[in-house]
């Protein structure tokens, strides 16, 4: 009989024991899941949650909840958990690494391209990489693949193709134009070297394209690659200035030329079968194929104003903590601006010039950033004002709300007027494109 009530009573211990862990485990459950749902919210309210290119698509009949997503995913707060289920939270940041993809115990989760409703232009190409343009190829995250890996990778395969397609060699033509210098326009460079192509690559802006544009202290996630040239790069987690050194390293050992700021405004294709590739500078460059690399970024909108092109003039704000002590004017009123003026605000004397009367194309915490520091003199917003003309060392503003034009001193000015998507270039050079909508990208290591 003794036995039997210590029995009930260890039992009893036993079973009151998992209640209480299972109480305190859908606890924790139902909190991470609010805290998703709050985050969900939140990326709506900025416009995070929509994806603009690659991104997680999670099937929920097959999801287990596993979280092996959410812990692969390197960036921040791209996945959650709601209910045991993986939900996707700021979707536009996506960069398309594809960890949870590759780390899904169940195959839950497909890499896709726009969504039911937000379609995202995508060109044809062939598995030669070639367009419906026969001679033009297109590499990199532009055919719809991100990441460094990938576009390094397709950089080498086009050229391959070119060179097998045996359309090279002609007199006083290029063999490849190559338009674009990030991971996958110099891999195409150094291939071309590798292979003694006549080539030229023209860069709008500076050599490592999105690359170059990371902050100094970001991780750059990446896998062993094969570079034209160097052989297996083996890199893991890398930093910007570790990946720009070594492609400049090999640039320089091989005596490469990249021409930058030099933005291609048109591929004419000529009756002969070859295109004729003009420049920002109208300089023009005959070639026989044309390897498009440019990334689907875009190029930022000029205003075109007298003094626009001088040096003190830039379309992103690189290294903030280097400025000091300057008289800068911002152009623009959304987030990029925005945030521009918030991070040089302390050390330097601030004008934002916005051509509309209030502030209504940002994130609601940085409209409300900004007025703070304008309230309390850190900024001085001009609203209805665009800015006329550059100076060495002063700026002319068009007051709309005064009627009046006002000169400021400046050292530097960033502008911020949105950018021109490749859309429209590829379309005048006769590239097909299709909107895209949930399109399964194929599997990528
Ligand atoms: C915030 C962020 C973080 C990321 N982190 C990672 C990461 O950790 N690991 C990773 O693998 N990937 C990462 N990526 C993705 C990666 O940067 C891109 O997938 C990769 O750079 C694509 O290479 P690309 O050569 O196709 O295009 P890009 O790097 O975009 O280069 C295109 C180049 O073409 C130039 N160009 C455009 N138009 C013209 C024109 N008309 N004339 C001349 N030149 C032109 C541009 O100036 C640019 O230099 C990240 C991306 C972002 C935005």
């Known amino acids: 009989m003794e036995v039997m009530v210590e029995q009930i009573v260890v039992y009893g211990i036993v079973f009151l024991l998992c209640i209480i862990i299972i109480f305190f485990y859908v606890r924790k459950k139902k909190t991470a899941s609010k805290i998703t749902e709050k985050k969900i919210a939140i990326a709506k309210e900025e416009g995070l949650y929509e994806p603009v290119s690659l991104h997680p698509y999670i099937n929920l009949n097959t999801c287990i909840g596993s979280a092996a997503c959410v812990a692969e995913c390197p960036e921040k707060d791209i996945l959650g958990i709601i209910d045991g289920k993986a939900a996707v939270i700021n979707a536009s940041n996506c960069v398309g690494h594809g960890a949870c993809f590759h780390n899904c115990p169940v195959e839950a989760i497909s890499l896709r391209i726009g969504t039911e409703t937000r379609g995202v232009d995508l060109p044809h190409i062939n598995q030669n990489f070639e367009t419906n343009m026969r001679g033009i190829y297109i590499a990199g995250e532009l055919g719809g693949m991100g990441l460094i890996k990938n576009s390094v990778e397709q950089g080498q395969q086009a050229i391959e193709s070119i060179v097998q397609s045996k359309n090279i060699g002609k007199k006083e033509v290029y063999d490849v134009a190559i338009i674009g210098a990030g991971p996958a326009g110099i891999s195409a460079t150094l291939a071309c070297k590798k292979y003694n192509l006549s080539y030229i690559t023209l860069e709008q802006d500076s050599l490592g394209g999105t690359v170059f544009t ?8 990446t896998s062993p690659m094969d570079l034209p040239l160097y052989g297996k790069a083996k890199l893991y987690d890398t930093s910007k200035d570790e990946l720009l050194s070594l492609w400049q390293k090999i640039i320089t050992k091989h005596d490469i030329k990249i021409n930058e700021n030099t933005k291609v405004e048109d591929i004419v294709p000529q009756s002969d079968g070859t295109f004729k ?4 500078n109208e300089e023009c460059y005959l070639c026989s194929n044309v390897l498009i690399a440019i990334g689907r970024r875009g190029s930022p909108r000029k205003l075109n104003i007298p003094g626009e ?12 903590e280097h400025i000091m002590n300057e008289n800068i004017i911002v152009v623009g009123a959304g987030d990029s601006a925005i945030e521009a003026s918030l991070l040089l605000k302390d050390h330097n004397k601030v004008i934002q010039v916005v051509r509309t009367e209030t502030l209504t194309r940002c994130k609601p915490k940085n409209r409300e950033k900004i007025l703070d520091a304008n309230e309390k003199g850190e900024v001085q917003l001009l609203y209805e004002s665009n800015l006329i003309s550059i100076s060495h060392d002063s700026c002319t503003v068009k007051m709309d709300r005064e009627d009046t034009i006002r000169e400021f001193p400046n050292d530097r000015v960033f502008i911020f007027a949105g950018g021109e998507l490749p859309t429209n270039f590829l379309e005048k050079a006769g590239v097909q494109i299709t909107k895209r909508f949930g399109y399964v990208v194929k599997k990528h290591s």
């Open 309 to 320: 092109e001088s040096q003190k003039v830039a379309y992103r704000l690189l290294e903030p």
């Open 277 to 280: 590739v003009i420049t920002k």
């Open 214 to 221: 990371f902050p100094r202290s970001k991780i750059v996630m």
